[in-house]
């Protein structure tokens, strides 16, 4: 059964009058990634950021909310969700600086 989101994000596309044709002519990603997309069919896509960046640049094509469908894609896949490390700042030469992330 496809997820409600997905369903969402068809009706959207719908709505705005876009064919996948001419998203896939927009992002430069091929019709069946993006059909892939649209199915819930993430194992289709190739792996890493390319999945992410293809979903978020679909969701971004149609206006509907990227974190919506990434969400969907790591729930069903089991990807993990990960985010930039953001490194810690030491400069003990300045006093009383204290790193902004810890």
Request: aromatic fraction near 10%; charged fraction near 20%; glycine fraction near 6%.
């Amino acid at each position: 059964m496809k997820n409600p989101i997905l369903f969402a994000a068809i009706a959207t596309r719908e709505k705005t009058g876009l064919t996948l044709q001419v998203i896939a002519e927009q992002t430069k990603i091929s019709k069946r990634h993006l059909e892939a997309v649209e199915n819930g069919e993430f194992r289709k896509l190739p792996g890493g950021v390319y999945a992410t960046s293809y979903i978020r640049q679909y969701a971004n094509a149609i206006g509907f909310d990227e974190f919506e469908l990434l969400a969907v894609y790591h729930s069903e896949t089991g990807a993990p969700q990960t985010l930039p490390e953001i490194a810690k700042v030491q400069n003990p030469s300045i006093r009383g600086f204290r790193p902004l992330f810890q």
